[in-house]
Antibody, heavy 126, light 106 residues
């Protein structure tokens, strides 16, 4: 059974830093990209970042580019989200999700997120 | 970034109804779109991938269609457990983007 367990959330002051972790089990970790998605209280889902299976390719939402960094440690089956210069608007539940992909043709790869972890709450407040 | 416009934002329906939720992309995204269901306090769950492929274990009353810029999630006969919020997600190119969500209520 695939399991994703996030940790590292908590209360942090504006301008502070936090590192989220997501530990995976039940699948071949290096064969899958991983994504982080967040949800502010009472709001919709916002895709944050993704990393491929090797860790060599990363992408970010414009809202976090330059102050969040995604990484992974394949020896620990873990993906991380380093969050710096945190702002009030970064307050959210952060989910990690496993990516499944299918290469349709050269230059066309389908991605989907399944499953998701239970989420970890980050609160940015003074 | 590609904008995903989802409609309606909320929808009232009854058990047994057929409902449709749409997502429109700001540019063509082939069939690179998924649909997710979220219940209060829970993580989202994948329903449909690649616009029209039903994820394993998802009831067949859920279906997806569309390609290019216009996509539809249809629930053929609403069950009590289907009352939730639904999101589309484009994975055509990063940054991936979600629609605003559709809250399906009784």
């Amino acid at each position: 059974e695939v399991q994703l367990v996030e940790s590292g959330g908590g209360l942090v002051q504006p301008g502070g830093s936090l590192r989220l972790s997501c530990v995976a089990s039940g699948f071949t970790f290096t064969s899958h990209g991983m994504s982080w998605v967040r949800q502010a209280p009472g709001k919709g889902l916002e895709w944050v970042s993704r990393i491929d299976g090797s860790g060599g390719d990363t992408s970010y939402a414009d809202s976090v580019k330059g102050h969040f960094t995604i990484s992974r440690d394949n020896s620990k089956n873990a993906v991380y989200l380093q969050m710096n210069s945190l702002r009030d608007e970064d307050t959210a539940v952060y989910y990690c999700a496993k990516e499944d992909t299918v290469v349709v043709t050269v230059g066309h790869t389908l991605h989907w997120l399944d499953p998701w972890g239970q989420g970890t709450l980050v609160t940015v407040s003074s | 970034a590609i904008q995903m416009t989802q409609s309606p934002s909320s929808l009232s329906a009854s058990v047994g109804d057929r409902v449709a939720i749409t997502c429109r992309a700001s540019q063509g995204i082939r069939n690179d779109l998924g649909w997710y269901q979220q219940k209060p306090g829970k993580a989202p769950k994948l329903l449909i991938y690649a616009a029209s492929n039903l994820q394993s274990g998802v009831p067949s009353r859920f279906s997806g269609s569309g390609s290019g810029t216009d996509f539809t999630l249809t629930i053929s006969s609403l069950q009590p457990e289907d009352f939730a919020t639904y999101y589309c997600l484009q994975d055509y190119t990063p940054p991936f983007t979600f629609g605003q969500g559709t809250k399906l209520e009784i």
